[in-house]
């Protein structure tokens, strides 16, 4: 009867910081536009490489993208936990991040060297705020700059 009730009181705790840390999780992200910081959720249903239908790795999976309009980011995790895991390569990247109208379009580019003469990869991402649609390529290029991988994702997204 004592472990059963140990068993609940430690079953309890856990769930209940679980539940803790997934509120926090949305709330660092899913803020009001105020700040124009945005989390959204896209489904994908198509996954394409080298435009031929790829081994499912993503298709019918969830794919969250943070929208960061006052630091002009978009990308499958936020801007400051990228800046972190790719600190060696900070100088050797180039950002491009425009909002028209109903369309969301970002490009990070990673170059070889600091002096960004020969693209290592591309990704691009268009996200159709007016059809809820989201487009994501990535690009990656060999030494002559020839791009001899390609990786494409179509998704839905909830927002």
Not at 64 to 77: P, R
Not at 109 to 124: A, I, P, Q, R, V
Request: one cysteine or more.
């Amino acid at each position: 009867m004592l472990k059963k009730k140990y068993f609940f009181i430690l079953f309890f705790i856990i769930s209940c910081s679980t539940i803790n840390l997934t509120e926090k999780s949305d709330k660092q992200y899913n803020t009001p536009n105020d700040n124009k910081l945005s989390f959204i959720k896209c489904n994908i249903f198509k996954e394409l490489e080298n435009n031929k239908n790829a081994k499912i790795k993503f298709k019918g999976k969830r794919l969250d993208i943070f929208v960061n309009e006052n630091e002009e980011w978009v990308g499958d995790i936020s801007k400051k936990d990228w800046m972190i895991e790719n600190n060696e390569i900070i100088e050797n990247i180039k950002t491009n991040f425009r909002k028209k109208k109903k369309l969301i379009n970002f490009t990070l580019e990673k170059f070889h060297t600091k002096d960004k003469t020969k693209l290592e990869s591309k990704d691009e991402l268009v996200i159709n705020l007016q059809t809820k649609s989201l487009f994501f390529n990535k690009l990656y290029y060999n030494f002559n700059q020839e791009i001899f991988f390609e990786s494409t994702l179509y998704g839905k997204c909830n927002f």
